[in-house]
């Protein structure tokens, strides 16, 4: 099969279109422009997620295709992850501010950063650009890179671009863009529902 099925997530509940389609996919076009705009509005969705005490302790890195800070993050990803997102057309690393600048902690920094991240791959998907956000990097690796302070900490990065052409793709990796997209159901999930 050298197609991409459909990808809406068969969901229990109704949810927003855009939840219900939005996936993850590995297949980048390597060729492909980046549409700044739809970036731009991505960051913006992310810029006004909610955060404690609207701290906003979300910083980004924001890398495009052919430029040394995408070289950088690349060499920072780990495993499967750096043999496919050489093709998107951006890397944004996600860092949270886990102290302030007066030293102050802010324990709620990572949950301010999933959300800002969350935000960005929805609206990115809603303007038309794939992502996928990927926990496999080497922190230190993006530290070094962008000589950052003690006091971010890199979260995820995630590839951005167009949807790559599925009869050029390799074969396994179009067997796991078209896996079943499973999840467990809510009941699961619920530790006490009274």
């Known amino acids: ?28 076009d390597a060729s492909a422009a980046l549409d700044e705009d ?5 960051l913006e969705a992310a810029r006004w997620a909610p955060s404690a005490n609207n701290s906003q302790p979300v910083r980004f890195i924001v890398a495009r295709r052919g430029t040394a800070a ?5 060499d920072a990803l780990t495993g499967f992850n750096r043999s496919w997102a050489a093709d998107a057309s951006a890397l944004v690393a996600v860092l949270a501010e886990t102290a302030g600048e007066d030293g102050t902690v802010r324990p709620w920094a990572l949950y301010d950063a999933g959300q800002a991240a969350a935000l960005l ?16 990097f080497v922190a ?8 950052l302070p003690a006091n971010l900490r890199p979260v995820t990065v995630i590839a951005a671009g167009v949807l790559g052409d599925p009869a050029s793709a390799p074969a396994a990796l179009l067997e796991r863009e078209n896996a079943p997209r499973t999840r467990r159901p809510v009941a699961e999930s619920l530790l006490v529902d009274a």
């Open 140 to 147: 230190d690796a993006i530290r070094g890179a962008f000589d």
């Open 38 to 42: 739809a970036l731009a509005s991505a």
């Open 121 to 136: 791959t929805v609206q990115a998907h809603a303007d038309g650009l794939h992502t996928h956000q990927m926990g496999g």
């Open 70 to 74: 995408h070289a950088a993050l690349l």
């Open 1 to 28: 099969m050298t197609r991409i099925l459909d990808r809406t997530a068969p969901t229990d509940a109704p949810i927003l279109d855009v939840l219900a389609e939005r996936w993850s996919t590995r297949l980048f």
